[in-house]
């Protein structure tokens, strides 16, 4: 069965800053990958996915995420963090049965 | 957010109760999800339907009764529960085809159960 690990609880980065969340997977088969994030009192709302090509994916807002096969990650980055980036962030897997499992989150805080 | 909509947004009830939740989704998608988000916790995957059809139920307790009268509507059906049941519970759709799809969430409805 397929997994999602999300190793951070909490990241705190200075505005202006790159920012990082890490997530790792394990998958039989083609890993096909997500991240959404959640603000408060929202519903999660899509950032970026990688099915197949370049392992560079960019998403919205900024966001973007590099797929590692030897290393099943997926990590999260953004160039230069903002005070509105703050929020919970999800990784996710679905694997060709096309059962999706998410991680358990990582509260991103961004400070001025 | 518009794309998928919950309501009620919060829902306090008794242990004895019943109630209903109420998705509906605005993308002409053909599928459909309930999730329950408990804090710190991953998302658990509660319901899929597909065509109007279950195609999933993950070991939910039958106190949890999904419904799905069409392709755009999804309730899920109370009763007699915990306090443990106590979440916020997600709704999402998606397009399902021949490759996997992103799923689109609601905004979920708060649930306290006394």
């Known amino acids: 069965a397929q997994s999602v690990a999300q190793p951070e609880d909490q990241v705190n980065v200075a505005e202006g800053n790159p920012l990082t969340v890490k997530c790792t997977y394990s998958v039989s088969g083609n890993p096909y990958l997500f991240w959404y994030v959640q603000y408060p009192n929202r519903g999660l709302q899509f950032l970026l996915k990688y099915i197949t090509g370049d392992n560079l994916v960019k998403g919205s807002y900024g966001f973007e995420a590099e797929f590692n096969k030897s290393q099943t990650s997926f990590h999260l980055k953004k160039p230069s963090a903002l005070v509105s980036d703050s929020a919970l962030y999800f990784c996710a897997v679905r694997d060709a049965n096309n059962d999706m499992r998410f991680g358990a989150g990582t509260r991103l805080t961004v400070k001025p | 957010e518009t794309g998928v909509t919950q309501t009620p947004r919060h829902l306090v009830m008794g242990m004895t109760n019943k109630k209903s939740l109420k998705c509906e989704q605005h993308?002409?998608?053909?599928?459909m999800y309930w999730y329950k988000q408990s804090a710190k916790k991953p998302l658990e995957l509660m319901f899929v339907y597909n065509f109007k059809e279950q195609t999933e139920n993950n070991s939910v307790p039958s106190r949890f009764s999904p419904e799905c009268p069409n392709s755009s509507h999804l309730f899920l059906h109370l009763h007699t529960l915990q306090p443990e049941d106590s979440a916020l519970y997600l709704c999402?759709?998606?397009?399902?085809?021949?490759?996997?799809?992103?799923?689109?969430f609601g905004p979920g409805t708060r649930l306290l159960v006394l």
């Open positions: 999402a759709s998606s397009q399902e085809g021949g490759s996997p799809e992103t799923q689109y």
């Open positions: 993308l002409g998608h053909n599928a």
